[in-house]
């Protein structure tokens, strides 16, 4: 009985130590495989667990319904935990996958054997993120602006040229325009199809602010809007305090203090000036003769 156990004892240490050689071969799979990506500039990021080796990763991708894995050469035997896929990924309407494998730090190996791990599918045209655009706001007359979008570039290349958002997603492309009369809390939300577009029925003589954002009514609903652009208000009517720039200000201000320091100077002159004649008065007053 004592000997059964012994063996099926020495069996249990036998296999686990057999594992754990097999991973210190092998190398542990990585973990949170993540899609990072802006403006079409997408990478790939993933994470392994800590340990004494340092291993190196071959990044693999497929297009959806294309069985075909397609190594990328950029990303062939790297030991960083990240892979720069955006030459990669057409930004048109499609989904990929992408495969990470772990390679050994020593001795041959069967490449079917390495440990890999999967990454979500990420279709850029759907996916990629977009930043906040720049924007000018021009009046047209009392009541009306042009609000004149540029439309941001992305990291895809078409030939020599860089293309932008707009070349991308082509009439898929809105921008969202948000504003509001300076010192009012109502916003408005409109939506442009264009580029540039104008803003009407503004009050005449009012400051107005504008934001935009690029908008993509296709994507699914937290993908939508791209990132807030910094605001831009126009200029309303303004008084004369309003008028004066800065450096306006400033030097009226150096002006200012440079009289009060010229007045206070002249004070304290005159009276000690005064006190001095006064007490030569009183001394000779007192040194006279009765
Ligand atoms: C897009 O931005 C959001 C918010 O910052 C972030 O949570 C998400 O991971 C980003 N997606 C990609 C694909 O980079």
New binding site residues.
Partial sequence: MASVKTVLFLGFCLSDWIVITAEQNFGPKVENVR????DFKTILTWSVQKSNNTYQYNVFFAEDEDPEWVESEECSQVSDLECDLSNHLKPSDRTYTADIQTIPDTGSYDPDELPHTFSPPFNPYK???ISAVHFTVEAVDETTVTVNIKDTLTSVHLGEKQLTIRDIFKKDLKYKISYYKSGSTGKRDILSDSSMAQVSGLDPGQSYCFMVAAYIPSRTKPLKQGAWSQQRCTEGYKNVLQELSVGAWVGGIFILLTVLILISTVTVLCYRRNKQRYETTQTSQASAPI
Avoid at 35 to 38: D, K, V
């Fill in positions: 899609w990072l990506s802006l996916d990629s993120n």
